[in-house]
């Protein structure tokens, strides 16, 4: 499971075949369009589904009487989509603003803006962790700060609330929208490059980026930790191909699909080798299936078979997205245990 924020934490808180050694995708717009520093304005129901924050239990990682509360790590409170073509930096500020009910009595409610692209940065430089004494339930309240921002939003921007459990279990709010976003408008001849809309094909080389593919034992989990005394189920390796795609402006969305050659050299023979896409990132808690073959039937994609060792294998391959990934998007490749001897590296073939 992902550890959320304890108190620790929120105190510091394009078609054509490529090579993801250099990004393929769509050109990015000039930075002299949006002047930084700057203000945003950022409105929390805009972050939000229908309007409602849903609460977790961090009782696990949240500080006891403080964070054990927090808000759901599935369903963020998130305005990625929003400040996706111009993302905010170190030094400039966010006017965040929202009206807010809770169905509970909170002694302090904690709030705080955050990056999850890496380990949970805090962005914000609020003070006194950002917090609301004495909220009443059934009773609006607002939230119309300045914070001013100590690091760059690499990820998401997300709000994240937290109280502590001495104020009942988890608990939604409800939000109601009090003004528009502002991400900044751009000066002079400026164009804003927006995400493509309709499904289109990605063209990879993929055989210096799968340079070095180990298939390890996968063993079995038993009460959270992997059981290295029993027998392998399979031999796997998930491997990340994030870098292929610019993430601001060429960023996979359902039905696209990542056509893949891949070059290389088994030092075992392997009857089958399998794949599908997923997303293995701290966004998705560490997995989540993005592969419309396997969501839909269970079936992985048969990217070779009978490899013999030493000899040169060219793989073609395609997957299908059925579900945009958030920050991140994998191949876990994978064979049988009866299609192996063992474990198997799969190395580079210079030309």
């Known amino acids: 499971m992902k550890k959320l924020l304890t108190i620790a934490a929120l105190a510091v808180l394009g078609l054509g075949l490529v090579s993801c050694g250099s990004t393929g995708g769509a ?8 002047p930084h520093p700057m203000t945003y304005t950022l409105d929390i129901a805009s972050a939000t589904k229908d309007g409602v924050i849903k609460m977790a239990d961090n009782s696990q990682y949240g500080t006891k ?6 808000t759901s ?3 963020k409170v998130s305005w990625y989509s929003i400040v996706k073509p111009n993302k905010p930096q170190k030094g400039d500020k966010i006017h965040l603003v929202g009206r807010l009910t809770s169905a509970i009595d909170i002694d302090n409610l904690y709030y705080s803006i955050v990056d999850n692209s890496s ?19 059934g009773v609006p309240f607002d939230i119309d700060v300045e914070l001013e921002l100590i690091a760059k939003a690499g990820g998401e921007c997300m709000l994240v609330l937290a109280y502590g459990e001495q104020n009942g279990e988890p608990s939604d709010f409800t939000v ?35 340079a070095y593919v180990t298939l390890d034992p996968e063993y079995p989990w038993v009460n959270g930790s992997q059981d290295t005394m029993a027998d392998p189920l399979m031999y796997s390796k998930t491997v ?19 056509k893949v050659y891949w070059k290389t050299r088994s030092n075992n023979d392997i009857s089958e080798l399998l794949c599908r896409a997923i997303e293995n990132t701290p966004a998705v808690n560490w997995w989540k299936e993005i592969d419309a073959k396997w969501v839909s039937t269970q079936t992985p ?51």
């Open 27 to 34: 050109a990015k717009p000039a930075k002299a369009g949006y």
């Open 65 to 70: 009487g403080e964070t054990t509360r927090q």
């Open 73 to 75: 790590y599935t369903d």
């Open 119 to 137: 380990a949970w940065t805090r962005l914000d430089a609020g003070a006194n962790l950002n917090v609301i004494p004495n909220v009443k339930a």
């Open 176 to 210: 109601e929208k009090v003004a528009e976003c502002d991400i900044g408008t751009p000066e002079g001849d400026f164009e804003v490059k927006e995400n493509h809309k309709e499904p289109k094909v990605y063209e990879f080389d993929l055989s210096k980026d799968l």
């Open 240 to 258: 990340e191909i994030t870098k292929c795609f610019d993430k601001d402006y060429d960023w996979p969305i359902p039905g696209d699909k990542i």
């Open 301 to 351: 994609t048969v990217i070779a078979e009978n490899i013999k060792a030493d000899e040169v294998t060219e793989i073609t391959f395609e997957i299908e997205i059925c579900e945009a990934p958030i920050d991140g998007i994998s191949f876990y490749i994978w064979n049988t245990l009866e299609a192996s001897n063992g474990s198997s590296l799969l190395t580079y073939v210079r030309d």
